[in-house]
């Protein structure tokens, strides 16, 4: 397990922080600061008796760098990356159903952290991202969660073929979104043990990965618009994948 450290912000991103047990360093909150979300947090923060500082909003606009802090900017230490293989043993051995997301390079931190909010509230086991030329885990990424990048492992693999031949080795299937292919996803049997492969927003998935995978799978589009947002159609795949599983 490898860690970093980082600051995050945002109230609800950062309740979740410390309810998750996650390491909290310090917490800056705006003076003058109100609201039931507020009080919340200052019930969390003094049950678990967390260190804080009440400071000015130009602080908290430098600690966030100028984005939506609401307020509230803590400093974590650390957000935890998982093995893999440790991973999928553990979720076989518990006898759910696998559903494993691989992210194969996606690079906007928005899109990251909403589809880790929905990979979250969609039963999905782990996220799985490339080392090098991913969006990184940083304070967008964790408050765009909702702070769910605190309840769902991510783990980071030196390259996106490693986990597929782990996951095909122990028998989960791989279904890559690409609109390359005239299967659509509802042809697709997502009640076995799977693992879901998203491309990045402007080139999609490498076909070197297309190459590997057991299907590939398409969301019909009957507008004009070509394609989709990858989060909205990463959501659309998981969705599909639990009617599947709950039907």
Known sequence: MTTETTNIFGIRAIIEAIESGSTINKIYLQKGLRGELFYELNKLIKTKSLTTSMVPVEKLDRLSKNSNHQGAVAQISPVEFHDLETLI???????????????????????????????????????????????PVNAETIKTSAGAAFKIPICK?????????????????TVA????????VYDIELNQPIAIVMGSEHRGI????????????????????????????CGALLYETVRQRLS
């Open 89 to 135: 043993e553990q979720t076989v051995a518990s006898g759910a159903t696998p559903l494993f997301l691989l992210l194969d390079q996606l690079s906007d931190v928005r899109n990251f952290g909403a589809i880790i909010r929905t990979a979250e509230c969609t039963g999905v086991h782990a996220i799985i991202i490339q080392k090098n030329g991913s969006a």
């Open 157 to 173: 693999v030196d390259h996106i073929k490693d986990a597929l031949f782990l996951l095909q080795a122990s028998d989960i299937k």
């Open 206 to 233: 490498n076909p070197s990965i297309l190459k590997m995978v057991d299907y590939k799978a398409k969301l019909p589009l009957l507008g004009e618009i070509a394609s989709l947002n990858v989060s909205v159609a």
């Open 177 to 184: 979104a690409t609109e390359k292919t005239e299967d659509v």
